[in-house]
């Protein structure tokens, strides 16, 4: 019970802090650079490790610490998803070389657990639903 509990509220945790990243750097104008700091955070706290440790880590190898870790599937999906919409904002403050590792860190846990990575990663809609499904 417990366990649910606790998972129930990192993927709430996780949802909230991506469509919050989203209305910053799209209503106030947030530096894209910060907004991806946050979201690196928020996936090495829901891994349970330093996030600036696990992210300068190669994408199979983060694949890796998830795989050891037995970190929940539904909690691979945020991170990966997590980690796309980081590479975006990289990507929009010309951090380009950052941008893309992690875009290949997000695609590597993919792979690893058979997940679709959205072509937009600001479309949360099938997240918000899984969120709330676990919420219920």
Do not use: H
Not at 72 to 98: H, I, K, M, N, W
């Amino acid at each position: 019970m417990f366990e649910q509990d606790y998972l129930m509220k990192l993927l709430l945790a996780f949802y909230q802090a991506m469509f919050k990243s989203i209305r910053r750097v799209m209503d106030e104008d947030e530096d894209p650079k910060e907004a991806a700091d946050t979201l690196d955070e928020v996936v090495g706290n829901a891994i349970g490790m330093d996030g600036k440790s696990l992210l300068s880590l190669a994408p199979e190898s983060i694949t890796g610490v998830l795989q050891i870790s037995g970190t929940d599937p539904r909690v691979t999906e945020f991170v990966a998803r997590s980690l796309l919409l980081s590479s975006q904002y990289l990507t929009q403050a010309g951090q380009t070389a950052l941008a893309s590792l992690r875009a290949e860190q997000a695609r590597a846990i993919a792979q690893a657990y058979g997940l679709e990575l959205p072509d937009d990663p600001t479309d949360l809609s099938d997240l918000k639903e899984m969120a709330e499904q676990a919420n219920a």
